[in-house]
């Protein structure tokens, strides 16, 4: 029997500019191994990543006009987030790593961002 796909909290606050295109990956790549909840905004994904005992929440604030405050205020709750960016600026990555992100990951190839999220899932959810 397989395993039960790992819950991954997604943060779609209206600008995020990578949600569907992550969707769309999963499954495309994922082999049913994660299981995407999309949220509305900070508060929505601390509550649902505890609901759901989801090891990851994952934002896009490339478009976001406070990026670094915006993920501070959701890590300071101590929550495993994976920031993905289309790499354009340097800025978010330094951001995300400034605020004590998991890592910061580039949206492309799409198949190794599925690869890698589910092994930081898994890494969240068994330890």
Known sequence: MAAAPLPVVIVDDGHAGTVEGLAVAVAAFGQGRLD??????????RSTAARLAAGV???DVDRHPDPKDALAKLTEGCL????????RDETVAEHARSVGAVTCLTTSPAHEVVSRLWALAEAAGSG
């Open 36 to 45: 995407l909840v999309v949220v509305g905004d900070w508060t929505a994904a």
């Open 80 to 87: 495993a987030v994976v920031v993905l960016t289309d790499g």
């Open 57 to 59: 929440v994952v934002v």
